[in-house]
């Protein structure tokens, strides 16, 4: 997964520098470095690369990839996707718990009918 990501972040520095990335190369300067925007969060760079790699980045993280490596970031990255993932499947097994009552009550009520 990781080796994906880099080659994602490689294609988005390429967009945006235009010039050839190699693992060392900074992600900041995806961003122009001569007027760095204020929010980080809402800018089109930040927005690709959420786009591309299917994951939310809020304002904290993106402050924290702004100083990375490509490297550095792939790895935060593949990371915080681990999170939303573990996040996202957790909600869906309590909304399935929370669920399994109402769902029993209902079968038993078609059984009876």
Known sequence: MKHDILNK????YREYVNSEPNPDSQLCVIWPLDDPPNILETTPQ????????????YENDAVELFDMSLVEASNYIENLI???QSKKHNQTIKRTQKDAPLMATLCESKELH
């Open 9 to 12: 972040l490689y294609d988005i």
């Open 82 to 84: 681990n999170k939303q």
């Open 46 to 57: 930040l927005e690709s690369i959420e786009e591309i790699l299917d994951i939310n980045i």
